[in-house]
């Protein structure tokens, strides 16, 4: 898939089929993530990726719509270190958020679907993966072939109007 319809095909998936991912496609997501660019290069995150349907059911139960983690192929947890100072969680949040979105492009690119998932409880999360007191999860990017409609361009994408979003020059209400 070209960048432009990797972009446009990409969408949230939740229903995954039952599918494995193949190693070195898993591998290249996760390269996707590792490449992605963070503040000052500090690339204050890592990514541990499951692929155990025990432990994929356990990590849907740390947030109440991540339900969809459960029966994913592959689950990626984007972690970071408990920030220091608010500035510290600004700059580490916004990297995982671009960590996660190149990895959803990378995944796009290969007719692999993905969803995030928000974590909520960290103390359960951090149990679940071994994940020390010094670290928490960003996200969770659930991975997996769609069970329904595959990867096209989306018709009737649910966004505010371009014209509304884009200011040309100055803010315009
Ligand atoms: C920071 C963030 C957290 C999200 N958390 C969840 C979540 O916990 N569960 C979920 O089902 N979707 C989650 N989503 C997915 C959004 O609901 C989804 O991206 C949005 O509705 C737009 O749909 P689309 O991705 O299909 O374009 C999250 C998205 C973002 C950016």
Sequence with gaps: MDTWDAIRARRNVRVFANRPIAPDELDRVLQAGW???SAGNRQHRDFVVSTD??????????????????????????????????????????????????????????????????VRNQAMARTI??????????????????????LTPVKNLNRRPFGDVVHRGRWQG
């Design 129 to 150: 993966l071994g994940i020390p007191e010094s670290h928490e999860c960003a996200a969770m990017l659930a991975l997996g072939y769609p069970a329904e409609r595959p």
């Design 35 to 37: 490449m992605a660019p």
């Design 53 to 118: 349907r025990r432990q994929l059911q356990e990590l849907a139960e740390v947030w109440q719509h991540a339900g969809h983690v459960g029966a994913s192929a592959a689950t990626v947890v984007t972690v970071i270190p408990v920030p220091a100072s608010e500035r510290d969680r600004e700059l580490d949040q916004f990297d995982a958020g671009q960590a996660v979105m190149a990895m959803m492009l990378a995944a796009a690119d290969l007719g692999i679907g993905s969803g995030h998932a928000s």
